[in-house]
């Protein structure tokens, strides 16, 4: 049996896909993240920015996390937006749910009231995938067992072993 | 937090390195940094005061290559250790895979680890999690120091479970990759 703590499944992935790639349009952002608030990258669209989008993504987590820790420290449950404003590229940050969070990069060719604006609906839209997929997380991860075996973890070990060598 | 995204046909995972400040936790993520190859790893992020003390943590993404068609990722994190950043150690270990104890050998840190440890283990209840539940390794490093407690009597204090545990030295090598190794197995075969 597969246990991961968060697995996107083929339909739930295009309907995030969906989702942000509308927000995207709508926004006129240069791109967006779903990412987990652990640090780790769900799904992205938009131009391939040209820097580490893994180190990014988990730097934009611990980003929300030390602000919802701000927001307690004052009596807040958290801060459900962080925006960055840069001189030329700024980004926008919005809480789906506990577990994920939304972030919009976005230059002059938009404004942070249309982001705000077209994020807050795409923000309800992946809220109820995410929620169907935590759900289904819960409850199906036999169906998948089969990918990820017991021939998965003799591959991986070998792959560690070649990796972390002297 | 384990991820598989069966669209894009990939796996991510993360391993913390815990431990007390100046334990060389971020001495065993620069040494791995340094030695595997350009193509498996992604940049090295490192938030850090002037003094290149961890103000919250070190990330370094490392790739494992496909394996049965899913590319696959380790996340390697480090916490800052000094006692007051403890509110960024908690977010750190949010989704945690796995953990390496970096302990410091010295006998003038004996007390840190124990505290540390100690640590770990309310951090983790704060999750709604047990360490016993997680892949762990311990490793005792600065082997290579004069005043240090011999590994018997570091066993008997901080891992009398008696996890995985390892000698290094950090600043050489030293069982950095063994610890490591150890610790990404069991990551990966909790998955399967």
Request: hydrophobic share 40%; net charge negative; glycine share 6%.
């Amino acid at each position: 049996m597969v246990r991961a703590n968060l697995a996107i499944f083929e339909d739930d992935y295009w309907a995030l896909h969906g989702t942000l790639t509308e927000l995207l349009r709508n926004a006129n952002a240069q791109c967006i993240l779903l990412i987990d608030r652990t640090g780790q990258l769900i799904s992205s669209q938009g131009a391939p920015p040209d820097f580490d989008i893994t180190s990014f993504a988990s730097l934009c987590a611990a980003d929300f996390e030390a602000n919802v820790q701000l927001a307690q420290l004052i009596g807040e449950r958290d801060f459900s937006t962080l925006y960055h404003q840069g001189a030329d590229e700024s980004m926008y940050l919005s809480r789906v749910d506990t577990r994920t969070v939304l972030v919009v990069l976005f230059d002059r060719h938009t404004t942070l009231g249309l982001v705000r604006l077209r994020t807050k609906k795409a923000v309800e839209q992946l809220g109820a995938v995410m929620a169907r997929l935590f759900e289904k997380v819960e409850y199906t991860h036999e169906e998948f067992s089969r990918d990820v075996d017991e021939e998965f973890a003799v591959r991986a070990e070998a792959e560690i072993d070649n990796l972390f060598r002297d | 937090m384990s991820l598989i995204n069966y669209s894009t046909r990939e796996i991510s995972c993360k391993v913390v390195f815990y431990g007390p400040g100046l334990g060389g936790k971020t001495t065993n993520v620069q040494y791995v940094y340094g030695r595997i190859r350009p193509e498996t790893k992604g940049r090295l992020v490192s938030l850090a005061t002037e003094m290149d003390r961890t103000l919250f943590f070190d990330f370094l993404p490392l790739d494992l290559g496909p394996i049965k068609g899913f590319r696959t990722r380790l996340h390697l994190y480090t916490v800052p250790g000094q006692v007051y950043y403890d509110a960024s150690r908690r977010l750190i270990l949010r989704g945690v895979d796995g953990i390496v104890f970096v302990a410091d050998s010295l006998i003038s840190r004996f007390e840190a680890n124990v505290e540390s440890l100690y640590n770990l283990h309310e951090n983790l209840a704060q999750h709604d999690m047990k360490l016993e539940n997680l892949p762990f390794a311990v490793q005792y490093n600065k082997r290579d120091l004069r005043d240090i407690i011999p590994v018997s009597d570091l066993q008997e204090e901080l891992n009398p479970t008696r996890y995985p545990h390892f000698e290094a030295v950090a600043t050489q090598g030293v069982g950095v990759f063994d610890t490591l190794k150890c610790v990404s197995k069991m990551v990966l075969r909790k998955l399967a």
